[in-house]
Every structure is written in C-alpha cells, then in structure tokens.
C-alpha cells in the first residue's frame, strides 16, 4: 500500500480519440469491486500499461482512502489485480502494488489454460500484449464464462505505444518511480535494464509519461494471449475427457 500516500488521482490524466476522458470512461463502470488482469509474455512488459495500472489502482484506493492504514484498526488492502506470467515470470510487479504474491500467476503457454486462469480469479477488466491475432483452441465454456464476465479489454504494448490507439494515459513522475523500481526487480541483466530504462525514458515529455492504448473486443483479445496456438498437454487431456463438441477453434 505504499502507493498510497504518494499518489493521487491528480498524477493520472486521460483523453479518447484526443478528447479528455476519466478512467470511468476507459472502464465504464469502473469500481471498487473490478478485478484487473494484465497478461504479459516478456520481462518487464507489464510496464508498458503502467500508466493504466497505476491509476487503476490510485483509484481503487480511493474508495477506501479514509480507512486506510498500517495501524491496527485500520483498512489494510490491495486491490484483486493480476499479472498473468506467460511460460515463466517476466518481471516482479510487488513495487507497482500488485500484491500478495499469489496476485502474480504463472501460466502455462497456452490460450485456453491462459484464460481459464483469468476465469479462475474473476477478472473483468483485461489487458493483452498488442501483436497478431492467432488461432487457438478453446472450451466453449472458458470462452462463455469470460465473454459474461469482463467488461472491457484494451491492448497494450511494452514499448507503451500501440498501432492504431484510441486512448492515451499520461502518469506523473512520482507514479514513474514506482516503475521504475519494478524494473530493476524484472530485468534479467543490466544489459535488459538499460534498454527497458531507455524504453520509459522515450515515453516522457515534461515530466509526464504518455502510454497509448487500443480498445477491442473479447473476441480480438482471446486471440493475443499468446503466440502459441496450442492446445498444449494440459488442455489436450482436458478436451479428451469432455463432451466431444465441447472444443472450438477460434480463428
């Protein structure tokens, strides 16, 4: 909860399709019960939404911002956001308030086990790495679960910048800090640091940080979660075991 005392919603700004927005306006409906899950496939990648992120999450504290504290008797709380590792850890988030650790999942490398893990923890709002869509082969009921769940996706890049974005976040320095040091938690060499340091430094422009975004569909984002069109093992023995039509590729 360290974010707490230093941020505020003042740090964040928005626009959409170059007009000024809120956050409610990203994630119409946003409130303090939403589930946020980010899937990420790189080291460090997360940073590339975490301007979003952060203000996601200065916001979730605002609904609890007079309760909050370290004392007893006190509200101590972090919101239900999660980091979908794809294939192995890409980074350690704990410093941008993604906290406790089991808030960091590592997934297999594989669509359908990807999303059954954002099914598993009741996310409703998502964000996919940016990249070409690809086939992959679901449980109709995977897909059915998620399709009445989560109310928005938007695309994201590690860069911090996408093709074709329709929605811009701006962050303060004091939100890049914490960014910052998640950085140098998630890079594999210094070598990796630098080039991911260089990265955030191209984002800022007097003293604030732009990332882009794309919103999209469900069906889209299901497509992105990975590059591996599977199914893997761990999916292929579960479609054995199911109602023969229970399967379907999603192309």
Not at 168 to 194: H, K, Q
């Amino acid at each position: 909860m360290h974010t707490t005392e230093a941020l505020t919603s003042a740090d964040f700004g928005f626009q959409i399709d170059g007009q000024k927005a809120s956050l409610e306006d990203v994630f119409p409906g946003f409130n303090e019960f939403d589930r946020l899950g980010v899937v990420v496939r790189q080291p460090g990648g997360v940073t590339g939404a975490s301007c979003l992120i952060m203000a996601a999450i200065t916001h979730f504290y605002d609904f609890y911002r007079p309760q909050l504290g370290n004392a007893r008797g006190r509200l101590r709380i972090y919101p239900e956001y999660f980091i979908f590792h794809v294939g192995k850890r890409h980074g350690d988030y704990r410093q941008m308030d993604i906290w406790p650790p089991s808030h960091e999942v590592i997934v297999e490398n594989d669509p359908e086990q990807i999303l059954e893990a954002i099914n598993d923890r009741g996310v409703t709002r998502l964000l996919v790495e940016d990249g070409t869509p690809s086939s992959a082969t679901f449980l109709r009921e995977t897909v059915s679960s998620a399709e009445r769940r989560i109310a928005s996706v938007l695309a994201y890049s590690p860069t911090g910048r996408v093709d074709r974005p329709d929605v811009t976040v701006t962050s303060s320095l004091t939100a890049e800090g914490y960014v910052l040091t998640a950085l140098e938690a998630s890079a594999e060499s210094p070598e990796v640091l630098e080039q991911l340091k260089l990265g955030r430094r191209v984002l800022t422009h007097e003293n604030r940080v732009t990332e882009t975004y794309r919103r999209i569909e469900l069906s889209d984002a299901i497509r992105l979660l990975t590059e591996s069109s599977g199914p893997g093992a761990t999916t292929q023995r579960v479609i054995a075991e199911s109602h023969p039509s229970a399967s379907q590729l999603i192309t």
